[in-house]
């Protein structure tokens, strides 16, 4: 498909989900309503998932007439229900498949609590499969039963039915031949406008896409093959998908790992997997604090790690005297400050990082000038030629923030000493409210970080003594000159002119 009809398409279905969301919101705050949006499409996924699954396998085997949908309840469990659940890791009765949902939603009284039971029951379907624990608790977030829908149960019907049919209508195409991966481009374009509207609260749990997609190709740059690639901070886990997109999936082999603290957030996350067609054996994402409980002990070093951790966000710290000497923050003999956890995140992102890992994560700028514990952990990473390069990005490039972010890339296996600056600040696409990453302006930072290639005002290769005289300060700034754009002017040349025009 060529990629002007890649693109309409991709607009006519934003276009639609936007419109159909903004809909049926009524009086319901966007950033409340957007779980129920948000679910019911994952809904929606997961009961054409399944039925495509069955009805492949049954026009495979010379049935052309079979449908799924069209069974009974106790036809599906004879026939399907056995092995289902290990291979998909649910299971969806005939009854409780989106499409024969919708066509009875106007009408059912009972709607709001239908649905109530068939997520709980695709849920369920679950438990006592290695799959439980990908499911346990998806929907909690979809209370088809909440005043958030309104205050009687046939406003919450008529509103859930309008979410359903306005969902239905939407053309998705076959999912498994579509040109662009239609259910998930769809999620996220929901998450980025919720997030863009709502702020901070919002914005901090999702990455823009062209920046994790430069994050992606940094931390996978000149690996052919990984193990597999991890988020500490995983939101709605569109960091780890961008990887998926941009690399063969044979290059990733065990797949995806996230750890994530907020509940909401959480469950975004494994929906988001599921609906970018990663199955439940090929992620693996927790809840829980990683600085404090770190749920990935077992499955590390990881190839590949991507993060956009909280800015400056409080922790215990030395409070807990325990964890100077745990394995991930012990060997830089202190910890990030209480106040500011940015490398509390950092170290935990290097622990975990394989000998031929690299890791790329989104960081604040004044964790690499200021004093105290963290020039003490800079100095550490540099001593041990960690910091493989440091990355000045644009301001205004993420929803709730203007601030400018940098990139610090960190690999245990570099060729030399030095460490690698780019100023990037002004590479960027302004847009309405965001700047944007063009891809000229990834490729451009990718082929500079590649070659380690020096240009003047953009990029530069310091030595490891220039950073060490420098009091080990890895900012950007720093080492690489900003470039002067002011008139340069001719004082002879000035004064004649002053003089011609005070003689006329």
């Known amino acids: 498909m060529p990629a002007t009809t890649e693109t309409t398409q991709r607009q006519e279905l934003h276009r639609k989900i936007w419109a159909i969301a903004d809909e049926v919101r009524g009086a319901v705050d966007g950033w409340d309503f957007k779980q129920y949006i948000l679910g019911i499409l994952f809904y929606r996924y997961i009961s054409e998932n399944m039925a495509a699954y069955f009805d492949a396998d049954e026009h495979a085997a010379g049935d052309s007439e079979f449908t799924y949908a069209a069974l009974s309840d106790d036809e599906a469990k004879a ?9 998909k890791g649910y299971f969806i009765y005939p009854t409780q498949l989106f499409q024969n949902v919708v066509k009875t939603a106007d009408s059912n009284e009972n709607l709001n609590t239908d649905l109530a039971a068939i997520f709980k029951a695709i849920e369920a379907s679950s438990m006592g499969h290695p799959s439980e624990d990908d499911f346990k608790g998806l929907f ?15 406003e919450k019907n008529r509103r859930l039915a ?31 406008n919720y997030s863009s509207n709502a702020g901070k609260s919002g914005g901090e749990f999702f990455t823009p896409q062209n920046v994790s997609k430069l994050l992606a190709k940094l931390a996978l740059h000149g690996q052919t093959r990984i193990n597999k690639i991890y988020d500490p901070a995983c939101g709605s886990g569109s960091l780890l998908l961008q990887a998926k997109k941009q690399f063969d999936a044979h290059q990733i082999e065990d797949g995806f790992f996230g750890q994530e603290i907020n509940m909401t957030t959480y469950n975004l ?13 090929k992620f693996d994402i927790k809840r829980g604090d990683t600085l404090l409980q770190p749920l990935h002990n077992d499955e590390k070093p990881f190839d590949a790690i991507v993060s956009n951790p909280p800015y400056s966000i409080k922790w215990v710290g030395s409070d807990n005297p325990t964890l100077i000497n745990d ?68 301001a205004n490039l993420f929803f709730g923030t203007s601030i400018a972010t940098c990139i610090l890339i960190l690999a245990k296996n570099k060729p030399n000493t030095d460490t690698f600056f780019i100023d990037a600040s002004k590479e960027f696409k302004k847009e309405t409210n965001n700047n944007v990453l063009t891809q000229d302006n990834i490729d451009k930072i990718l082929s500079h970080f590649d070659k380690k290639e020096e240009l003047d005002y953009f990029s530069k290769a310091v030595k490891f003594d220039a950073i060490v005289d420098n009091n080990y300060n890895l900012s950007v700034s720093s080492y690489v000159e900003a470039e002067d754009l002011t008139e340069k002017i001719d004082i002879e040349v000035l004064n004649k002119d002053i003089k011609t025009t005070v003689r006329r």
Do not use: C, W
């Open 162 to 192: 309008a979410i359903l049919k306005g969902i239905g209508t939407i053309d998705f195409g076959n999912f498994e031949q579509n040109q662009i991966d239609t259910f998930g481009d769809a999620y996220e374009f929901l998450i980025s």
């Open 140 to 154: 909690d977030d979809v209370d088809t039963t909440s005043s958030k829908l309104g205050g009687t149960v046939a």
């Open 79 to 87: 026939d399907f229900l056995s092995g289902t659940i290990d291979e």
């Open 327 to 394: 394995e991930r923050f012990a060997p830089a003999g202190v910890l990030a400050p209480k106040s500011k956890a940015d490398f509390a995140f950092i170290m935990h992102a290097l622990s975990y990082l394989s000998a031929k890992g690299r890791a790329a994560i989104v960081t604040f700028p004044g964790i690499f000038y200021r004093g105290g514990a963290e020039q003490e952990i800079r100095k550490y990473l540099i001593d041990n030629n960690f910091v493989e390069a440091v990355i000045q990005l644009p």
């Open 269 to 281: 996350a494994r929906m988001n997997m599921f609906l970018h067609n990663v199955n439940y054996d």
